[in-house]
């Protein structure tokens, strides 16, 4: 078979190279609606998120750039890309504009061999071209993270089977094209198990991969009623980890702190936008003597449950911080 492959959001993390290279221009607070959770942002185009001018400033430092795209982070669940390659004629497509195109050749192939210890056999074709489409010859699958690129193939080359790679920011976009056929799959692997004629998770349902958050595992767990959806294994258990009794106690202490002099309240996440280390490390410690005071059978400020509430604020705070230094 013949079998296209998009790169960025299919083999290549570009989302998150592209937002660590934001943070080196600009601070995390100071880029527009930059996301108050980590992890990779919900929507695909990044001008939503930063603006169209600040977009464009990232992109210009990245054009001639060449280590940017040569350590460009890959994505989990890649492992089966040598042996598609093996096994049939794969075709490399990128709409990427940064350096000379023949320069970029030269990049993907030094990515690939770097990624996956491989050579790019000479019959694997790569295209660079921001009409990516326009240069497509017919292929008999094809997968892509952009539902509109698959829009267009579908247009050219009805009969290209099209498989669309699972992420956040194209979970809503699959109500806007209701009409286009596309497989979802978790993974790449996931896509090239279905080349191989092995089973693998797919989902054609948006309501399905609206509800399902995270479907990075190949197990799938079926329910009585024939649901699907993947396995616990290798996943945080929040449910055990935390008690919603402290957490509701949480809550009470940081709303009653949300009412300001004035008497008006102030956002709920207004401590996301950033407080000092120190600010936080002070107020942890005046708590912490609450607590200790309190403990020795003296009195606190206020009782125990404030001074508690108070340490648990702080510590979260400097550990929001301390992540945010990471990223
Ligand atoms: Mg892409």
Redesign the pocket.
């Known amino acids: 078979m013949k079998i296209g492959v998009?790169?960025?959001?299919?083999l290549a993390d570009f989302q998150t190279s592209f937002l660590g290279r934001a943070t080196k221009i600009r601070r995390k607070e100071d880029i527009i609606d930059w996301p108050p959770y980590f992890g990779p942002p919900a929507r695909y185009d990044m001008t939503d998120i930063m603006g169209p001018s600040f977009r464009d400033e990232v992109m210009s430092s990245l054009q001639d750039d060449r280590d940017f795209w040569v350590n460009l982070k890959a994505l989990k669940g890649i492992s089966l890309f040598k042996r598609l390659c093996k096994e049939h004629k794969v075709v490399l497509l990128t709409a990427r504009t940064a350096l000379r195109p023949g320069v970029m050749h030269d990049v993907v192939r030094d990515w690939i061999k770097a990624t996956f210890g491989v050579i790019l056999h000479k019959d694997c074709g790569i295209v660079i071209s921001p009409d990516k489409v326009v240069w497509m010859t017919s292929l008999d699958a094809y997968i892509?993270?952009?539902p509109e690129v698959l829009a267009e193939v579908a247009k050219k080359w009805p009969k290209t089977k099209l498989y669309l790679r699972d992420q956040l920011y194209n979970r809503k976009k699959i109500d806007q094209n209701p009409l286009l056929e596309y497989d979802r799959v978790a993974t790449f692997d996931d896509f090239a198990r279905a080349m191989f004629g092995e089973p693998h998770w797919h989902s054609t349902s948006a309501m399905e991969s609206t509800l399902s958050t995270q479907m990075n595992d190949n197990q799938v767990r079926t329910f009585s009623t024939g649901a699907t959806r993947d396995t616990e294994v290798g996943k945080f258990d929040y449910e055990g980890f935390l008690s919603p009794l402290v957490l509701q106690r949480f809550a009470a202490y940081m709303h009653k702190n949300r009412e300001q002099k004035d008497g008006s309240l102030r956002a709920s996440d207004n401590w996301q936008k950033g407080i000092p280390k120190d600010a936080y490390l002070k107020s942890a410690i005046r708590h912490l003597l609450d607590w200790w005071l309190i403990h020795d059978g003296f009195e606190g400020r206020a009782d125990v449950e404030e001074a508690l509430c108070g340490v648990l604020f702080n510590a979260q705070g400097y550990l929001l911080e301390t992540l945010r230094e990471k990223k």
């Open positions: 998009d790169i960025d959001g299919v892509d993270d952009n």
